[in-house]
């Protein structure tokens, strides 16, 4: 029995030494450690030798099983690196060769002014509205009545405003003052958001006007908001957007949803306020709107105006991006023209 044992042993080795890849290795594992190979069957055969030769034959079994495994496991790892380093090789990417050229597009002009302007009033502790809170097709409530927007408001004639033919009270956002309506709807102070999205309205497209724009518009709600500190938000974002020695101005105006209302002004970049035709000799171009938030809209929307107040301002994105950059024609952010989009400006 134990001649037999070792002459099968003498195999195993043999064919472990001439095993040339894992495959062949593979074979020869179960050839004689498998659960059919020859050891098992002899370990099965145990229980017809003589009791007292047992133990004996039974240890050589285990001690070679262990051996041949060892071997094994250790000519597996020589073949498994081994192919791993050809398979490497093999596909090695030379880096010192050329790329093949990917040509890439330019962030778009009011892109890239919207990621701008977020930027720096998110810079100035104003968070950005959640999407859920600013759709384009919206209610009357939230783009009108909520926002203390008379029915008679010239604002809300079809000759302005896009209405669906389908549903009634359903139109276009002619502004995004809606996000901010639902977002006081939906939290308490303190509120400190910016609006940014498209918006619609039923105008007569020309160099200075469209039908579709892009709006950003920004609220601060709290106890004890006041014009000194709107002033001071809108004088640090002029000067980071257009550069501290762009002169403004401040002009009374009104605004349904703000009391006091004003409209702020910077110099012409055209003719630096000496007066052209793009500022119609004024030397001056508006660039937003604001004021403090009237207590019908806080009233309005479930918030105490004796304790807290809030002011509220809205830019279009275009017209900043005009200004920034003399940009003479709105229509140009919207057209196919190549020569135009390739530019970064």
Not at 13 to 35: C, G, P, T
Request: charged share 25%; aromatic share 8%; proline share 4%.
């Amino acid at each position: 029995m134990e001649n037999k044992i070792l002459e099968i042993k003498n195999q195993a080795l043999d064919e472990i030494n001439k095993a040339s890849d894992l495959k062949s290795l593979d074979e020869v594992k179960n050839k004689f450690l498998s659960r059919n190979s020859q050891f098992n069957n002899l370990k099965k055969g145990l229980k017809d030798i003589e009791p007292s030769k047992r133990p004996k034959i039974g240890a050589l079994l285990n001690q070679i099983s262990s051996e041949l495994s060892k071997l094994i496991e250790e000519k597996n790892d020589i073949f498994y690196k081994k192919e791993l380093s050809e398979k490497l090789l093999k596909e090695k990417i030379d880096i010192t060769l050329d790329g093949n050229y990917i040509p890439q597009g330019h962030v778009h002009p009011l892109t890239k002014t919207i990621n701008e302007i977020v930027d720096i009033f998110n810079y100035l502790g104003f968070s950005l509205i959640k999407p859920e809170l600013s759709p384009e097709v919206e209610l009357e409530k939230y783009n009108f009545d909520l926002l203390n927007v008379p029915k008679e408001h010239p604002a809300r004639d079809v000759q302005d405003t896009f209405y669906c033919e389908n549903m009634d009270s359903v139109v276009l956002r002619s502004q995004t003052s809606n996000a901010q309506a639902r977002q006081m709807v939906n939290s308490k102070p303190p509120i400190k958001i910016i609006s940014p999205g498209r918006v619609y309205r039923n105008e007569s497209v020309s160099a200075r006007k469209n039908n579709l724009f892009h709006q950003i518009e920004g609220l601060y709600v709290d106890k004890n908001v006041n014009m000194a500190q709107l002033k001071g938000v809108l004088n640090e974002f002029i000067r980071l957007y257009f550069g501290s020695s762009r002169p403004t101005r401040y002009r009374s105006s009104f605004f349904p949803f703000t009391e006091p209302s004003v409209e702020i002004d910077v110099q012409c970049i055209m003719c630096h306020g000496k007066g052209c035709s793009v500022c119609s000799g004024s030397g001056w171009l508006e660039i937003l709107g604001a004021g403090i938030v009237d207590p019908n809209v806080l009233e309005a929307v479930g918030i105490d105006s004796n304790t807290y107040s809030g002011f509220a301002f809205g830019m279009g994105v275009e017209r900043l991006t005009m200004l920034k950059y003399a940009i003479d024609d709105i229509r140009l952010f919207f057209s196919d023209d190549v020569r135009f989009l390739r530019q970064s400006v």
